[in-house]
């Protein structure tokens, strides 16, 4: 049900008699296809993607590298857990290259997100070293584009 997925993921509150034409289904069909993902955790939830700046939100957000020191037996995933835990947490991945998790972590100021990792994220054991990036702006989230205003392209000057 790939193509089912894909609608879900660009627009999950299409009507479902759009989704049950593209699909050459029924409508029960499809809706009895999206309860057994729902079932077997396959969707795992909806969100709906927010245009901060129009939402006037004073939420800081902060991706955060970590390195750790995975635990015997546990691994990466015990300790990625303990972290994912955390309110702040908004999302927790295991990576690839140079550090171990990217975290995304939400504050009601700069203030709150660097005491976050200074009293909650640096006292865990396994934690060796994190660096924080705070987001600017969004441009593009979830696939989906934010209203920006373009620069004008630049007409090339030629002697």
Known sequence: MRLLIEMLERNALMP???MARQLGMSVGEVEQEIARLEAEGVILGYQAILNR???????????IEVKIQPERDGGFDRVAGRIARFEEVQTCYLMSGGYDLLITVEGRSLREVAAFVSEKLSTIESVRSTATRFRLKTYKENGTFHQFDEAPERLAVTP
């Open 16 to 18: 479902r008699e759009d």
């Open 53 to 63: 700046e129009k939402w006037e939100t004073d939420l800081v957000t902060a991706l």
